[in-house]
């Protein structure tokens, strides 16, 4: 199992970024996918998550109509598109796939002026 984490970087207050996460070893349309953060001092948290299908997601209540997951089965690649970023988004952010679980290694995202 691999999950390679992309597309993080410094970005100003307000602006938008996509991540994106790459797996392979598995079969990956069979797995619910999540994303989570830890900033510097704090816990790991849950982000978002994705079931198999893509047809249910659900989100922290701080990145609620700002962030938004997705997938492509096709491209066995799951997204995590975060607009209107603030400082408090600024930390590494990992992909992590259900039932093991398998973490990437992490992107970092820092949002500051």
């Known amino acids: 199992v691999q999950l390679v984490e992309s597309g993080g970087g410094l970005v100003q207050p307000g602006g938008s970024l996509r991540l994106s996460c790459s797996a392979s070893?598995?079969?990956?349309?069979?797995?619910?996918m999540t994303w989570h953060r830890q900033a510097p001092g704090k816990e790991r948290e849950l982000v978002a998550s994705?079931?198999?299908?893509?047809?249910?997601?659900n989100y922290a209540d701080s990145v609620k109509g700002r962030f938004t997951i997705s997938r492509d089965n096709a491209k066995n690649t799951v997204y995590l598109q975060m607009n209107s970023l603030k400082p408090d988004d600024t930390a590494i952010y990992y992909c992590?796939?259900?039932?093991?679980?398998?973490w990437g290694q992490g992107t970092q995202v820092t949002v500051s002026s």
């Open positions: 994705i079931t198999s299908s893509g047809r249910i997601t």
């Open positions: 992590r796939r259900d039932r093991g679980p398998y």
């Open positions: 070893g598995f079969t990956f349309n069979t797995y619910t």
